[in-house]
């Protein structure tokens, strides 16, 4: 079993559209949660970064963390077709922890 | 203000080469972490160098191995090519002791094996 899974789609929703991605995690020691996106091509660009549970608010990005559930969750209102990329979750122990494991990735198109 | 720069951008290699791949971190930055991302798939963590030494290593055999200068800039050497090192292989920097040490990436080299 891999330490976080996420479905790899593809999710395809029109312009405009509320999208939610997310992820399952089975190690309880991860404290720090994190959201990636990667164009085509390019290296991630981190969008989100949170400790513990809550939720975070960023423009049109929201994620959320429920640690008793071990499930994370990103966001995205009013999508745009800019928004079309894979979307990455994160996460790592501690704060100066080396170590970031990944899930695999969901590929995102926002059809116009 | 230069992000985390990576060279070459584009590789390819033939079984049993060897490989350099070169990364220079965010202005500010000391600390650089490797990955390898496989098609379709997430950033695997290979190791991640400060203070020239390394600090904490993934699941990765010996061939890999990684250097760091006293200018920050890093080296990855993977030895004894196989066609799954094929990959896209990542460089992160950041700097320890921020209130947040989030990783920041490079564009990547992508490696084909052949």
Redesign the interface.
């Given at each position: 079993q891999k330490e976080?899974e996420?479905d790899?789609g593809p999710l395809s929703v029109p312009e405009g559209a509320i999208v939610s991605l997310n992820c399952t995690y089975s190690n309880s020691a991860f404290q720090y949660f994190?959201w990636?996106r990667q164009y085509s091509?390019?290296?991630?660009?981190?969008l989100m970064?949170t400790y513990s549970s809550g939720n975070k608010e960023d423009g049109r990005f929201t994620a959320q963390v429920d640690k008793s559930s071990k499930y994370i969750s990103l966001f995205i209102r009013d999508s745009q077709p800019s928004d079309s990329a894979t979307y990455?979750c994160?996460m790592k122990r501690g704060?100066?922890a080396?170590?970031?494991?990944?899930?695999?990735?969901t590929r995102l198109s926002i059809r116009p | 203000d230069a992000g985390v720069t990576q060279s070459p951008t584009h590789l390819i290699k033939t079984r049993g080469q060897q490989v350099t791949l070169r990364c220079s971190p965010k202005s500010g930055h000391d600390t650089v972490s490797w990955y390898q991302q496989a098609l379709g798939q997430g950033p695997q963590f290979i190791f991640q160098y400060y203070e020239e030494e390394e600090r904490q290593r993934g699941n990765f055999p010996d061939r890999f191995s990684g250097h760091q200068f006293p200018n920050y800039s890093s080296e990855l050497n993977v030895n004894a090519l196989l066609l799954g090192d094929s990959a896209l292989y990542l460089c992160a920097s950041s700097s320890p002791g921020t209130s947040q040490e989030t990783q920041y990436f490079g564009p990547g080299t992508r490696l084909l094996v052949l």
């Open positions: 976080v996420q790899p994190m990636y091509r390019k290296g991630p660009e981190l970064y990455l994160a704060s100066s080396s170590k970031i494991i990944f899930g695999s990735g | -």
